[in-house]
């Protein structure tokens, strides 16, 4: 079993619609949790990212996370054809390698 | 805006021959880490550098892989002798990583790598 487990997808949404990205994780040591948006044929770009539990939001996202569960989501609000794109989680502990571990990643495609 | 800069951006190259991917990090960025990016794997983390020194290289096959810093603006990852199953997208990331305090990475676009 993978550390971290993510649905690699594809989802496919209508413009405007609500979107919800999901990842599981098995290491209770995590703390830094991490969201990435790569296009295609591009490198992982930072979208947000959180420490321990609770909500961040920024602008049409918000990243949650539930440490009781090992569960984090990203939400994407008003959801536009230009967030199409394979969304990663990724997440660290505080151990001071800051070795960051990826989920497979979520394709997302977004219909005008 | 900063950026991470991998040469070169695509490589075709024969079975049993040497592979060079280059990487010039943020200026000021103190980690740099190589990860290999395939559909089946998603990112697998190969090594990663701390000040110029390897911190952790666990994910790479020693037997063919190496990587280095010979200085602050530039890591290498080499394959040799290069195999079909390498064939993968490699992302070069730099960061500054602060004590208790780390913060998302920037990513490379990355060299597409195929071996025939």
């Known amino acids: 079993q993978k550390e971290v487990e993510q649905d690699p997808g594809p989802l496919s949404v209508p413009e405007g619609a609500i979107v919800s990205l999901n990842c599981t994780y098995s290491?209770?040591?995590?703390?830094?949790f991490m969201w990435y948006r790569q296009y295609s044929r591009k490198g992982p770009e930072l979208l947000m990212y959180?420490?321990?539990?609770g909500n961040k939001e920024d602008g049409r996202f918000t990243a949650q996370v539930d440490k009781s569960s090992k569960y984090i989501s990203l939400f994407i609000r008003d959801s536009q054809p230009s967030d199409s794109a394979t969304y990663l989680c990724?997440?660290?502990?505080?151990?001071?390698?800051?070795?960051?571990?990826f989920g497979t990643g979520t394709r997302l495609k977004v219909l005008a | 805006d900063a950026r991470v800069t991998q040469t070169p951006r695509h490589k075709v190259t024969e079975m049993g021959q040497e592979v060079t991917m280059r990487c010039q990090p943020i200026?000021?960025?103190?980690?740099v880490f190589w990860y290999r990016q395939t559909m089946m794997q998603g990112l697998e983390l190969l090594a990663y550098?701390?000040?110029?020194?390897?911190?952790?290289d666990s994910g790479m096959p020693k037997d063919r892989f190496s990587a280095e810093m010979p200085d602050a603006t530039l890591a290498t990852l080499k394959i040799q002798p290069s195999e079909p199953r390498d064939s993968a997208v490699y992302f070069c990331?730099?960061?500054?990583?602060?004590?208790?305090?780390?913060?998302?990475?920037?990513f490379g676009s990355g060299t597409r790598l195929t071996v025939v």
């Open positions: 959180t420490y321990s539990s």
């Open positions: 550098f701390r000040n110029r020194a390897p911190l952790d």
């Open positions: 200026l000021g960025h103190n980690t």
């Open positions: 990724a997440m660290t502990s505080t151990s001071g390698t800051y070795k960051y571990i």
């Open positions: 290491n209770s040591a995590f703390q830094y």
């Open positions: 990331a730099s960061g500054l990583a602060r004590t208790y305090s780390p913060h998302g990475y920037t």
